[in-house]
């Protein structure tokens, strides 16, 4: 399965009124096609793509690479589809304070079952790219799509302010399925970036199913105490300075970047627990990224396995560009165009020769 980084260079402002309310409209009626055509579930199935994803922001008219795709596009649909239970799809989250309200937000709908296992999921999701894919871009957007099967997509993306980047990332429940649920590995769908970072760990990368299983040995064996130990000594001996761990900002770390006594802690948390699987330990509260590689570093000292440093990471157009790239948005266009899908669509149901007309009629336009 391929992996689905989508590097858009990270763009200040907001969409005009005036554009946000036609993508609203367009978005809407070309993904409620989709859902009486083939089902909520295949919608499911093409947002978490990343390439489909970004032709939804070129046919709305929004900048083709840029970074505010991802915000436009999900808020678009989030409001074109509110309280519009019927086609079955249902949105949640979004940017900055918006994406931190999800799980309420999540409560708050009655239409889909079982609203905590997608709380679950959300924050999961979450920890991964924050924590997991140590990769410079901190999570900035949040938005999980569902539908009345269960059927889910996560679409996220996070920000390097340093490089001006922004780096987003696709899940999709029907797509991603781990044969092991003790672990979590190359969970993501989509396309892997043309960009790639030097300073990554990934720990899900296809070779982290051994040491992910090895933390959880090493937690339900040792004693916080012995851990803090260990791991002071790894930090402190030469052999690890040569190895040259990626982070922070220089190419080591030392005892200095690591509160010892937050790490006992958590680990005494981690121990006070039943922790079954990888998953377990990602949202035990506290566990971060640093808590992360310290138990990495700890696997490798103790069993040998390496941390994965590989980086997990071209469109169209229809009405034009908000900032006139390739060309000013056709306003005149968007709306007959928008007109005529509305009917289009309206008319879905129709068989044979008729509808087969009416998407000619489109195409030709």
Not at 248 to 263: M, N, V
Not at 277 to 294: I, N, Q, W, Y
């Amino acid at each position: 399965m391929q992996r689905n980084f989508a590097d858009l260079p990270l763009h200040s402002g907001d969409a005009p009124r005036w554009l946000f309310e036609r993508q609203k409209k367009l978005l809407f009626e070309l993904l409620r096609l989709i859902i009486i055509e083939f089902g909520a579930k295949e919608l499911i199935k093409r947002l978490s793509d990343p390439v489909w994803f970004q032709i939804l922001g070129c046919i709305s008219g929004f900048d083709w690479h840029s970074s505010g795709v991802t915000t436009t596009v999900t808020a678009a649909i989030k409001e074109a589809f509110r309280n519009k239970s019927e086609y079955g799809i249902f949105v949640f989250g979004g940017k900055g304070k918006t994406a931190r309200n999800t799980p309420n937000e999540i409560l708050s709908c009655k239409e889909i079952n079982n609203p905590e296992n997608f709380i679950t999921i959300s924050r999961l999701t979450a920890k991964v790219d924050n924590s997991c894919i140590q990769d410079g871009y901190q999570i900035y957007h949040h938005t999980i799509f569902v539908d009345k099967d269960n059927n889910w997509c996560v679409v996220q993306q996070g920000m390097n302010l340093e490089k001006h980047y922004a780096r987003r990332y696709h899940w999709c429940n029907v797509l991603t399925k781990s044969n092991d649920e003790k672990t979590i590995i190359e969970p993501h769908t989509g396309i892997v970036s043309q960009r790639k970072e030097e300073n990554v760990l990934n720990f899900v990368d296809k070779n982290q199913d051994k040491p992910q299983k090895a933390i959880l040995e090493y937690i339900n064996i040792q004693k916080p105490e012995n851990f803090v130990k260990e791991f002071d000594k790894i930090l402190n001996s030469k052999d690890f300075i040569e190895k040259h761990y990626i982070l922070p900002q220089r190419h080591y770390i030392t005892a200095e970047d690591y509160d010892y006594k937050k790490l006992y802690k958590i680990m005494c948390k981690l121990k006070s627990q039943e922790i079954n699987s990888f998953k377990d330990v990602l949202l035990t509260e506290g566990v971060g990224p640093k808590t992360l590689r310290a138990l990495w570093l700890i696997s490798e000292a103790v069993y040998n396995y390496p941390v994965s440093t590989v980086d997990p990471a071209r469109f169209s157009f229809a009405f034009g560009g908000k900032d006139g790239h390739p060309y000013p948005v056709d306003r005149k266009t968007y709306d007959e165009t928008l007109s005529l899908f509305k009917q289009l669509v309206d008319k879905a149901k129709v068989e044979g020769k008729e509808k087969l007309r009416m998407l000619k009629v489109l195409a030709n336009m």
